[in-house]
């Protein structure tokens, strides 16, 4: 079965510096891709990143960035230069290659100060 | 501007009656997935379809929940007789599966008093 764990029910960060969220992972798949998404208050889940298990290189989306360690199941968030807009939910999500289920964790509530 | 569509967008019910909640996929997606969202378990998977046939609904309590897809534009997830712990924010989504990005719709937030 496939589970997925974040550690950091909120964080807080400071306008335009940097912040990590944490995310660990478990699946018997050989084959599986990792995703961040993000629920603003509006409660519209958005995607933010993904990543396929099987690529080394760490997938990035302007101010996004994943830091993907395979051995140690953990699939990190950066956000550099945080803006307010970024103050939401982000969810840590699975999917298993021949399973196809969508499994998320339980979310981080990131705060943005000015 | 292609979406998924929920509705309702919200519903208030008392207990022991029948709540029907449906989604519209976005055209041409074969998978659609169910969650409910609480504070306290967060996003919980409830069934998931592909090419329509329920391939997963291990996270769905069978005796009151029921999840179908009459057809590839509609899915319903069904709850009867409804309780107050299925109060929450019920999400529909759909993609194309193999690693593709999920759209969600808005979700319905139901309330069960």
């Known amino acids: 079965a496939q589970t997925v764990t974040q550690s950091q029910p909120e964080m807080s960060v400071q306008e335009a510096e940097t912040v990590t969220l944490s995310c660990t992972y478990d699946t018997s798949e050989s084959d599986y891709y990792l995703f961040w998404y993000k629920q603003p208050p509006s409660r519209q889940m958005i995607l933010v990143i993904r990543q396929e298990a099987y690529k080394q290189q760490n997938a990035t989306e302007n101010r996004f960035s994943v830091n993907f360690q395979k051995a140690a199941k953990s699939f990190s968030l950066k956000i550099s230069d945080s803006q307010l807009g970024d103050a939401a939910m982000y969810f840590c999500a699975s999917e298993g290659g021949s399973q196809g289920n969508l499994i998320f964790g339980k979310g981080t509530k990131l705060s943005v100060k000015p | 501007d292609a979406r998924v569509t929920q509705t309702p967008r919200d519903k208030v019910t008392e207990m022991g009656q029948e709540v029907t909640m449906r989604c519209q996929p976005i055209l041409g997606h074969n998978t659609v997935f169910w969650y409910r969202q609480t504070m306290m378990q967060g996003l919980e998977l409830l069934a998931y379809f592909r090419n329509r046939a329920p391939l997963d609904d291990s996270g769905m309590p069978k005796d009151r929940f029921s999840a179908e897809m009459p057809d590839a534009t509609l899915a319903t997830l069904k709850i009867q007789p409804s309780e107050p712990r299925d109060s929450a924010v019920y999400f529909c989504?759909?993609?194309?599966?193999?690693?593709?990005?999920?759209?969600f719709g808005q979700g319905t937030r139901l309330t069960v008093v």
């Open positions: 989504a759909s993609g194309l599966g193999d690693g593709a990005e999920a759209f």
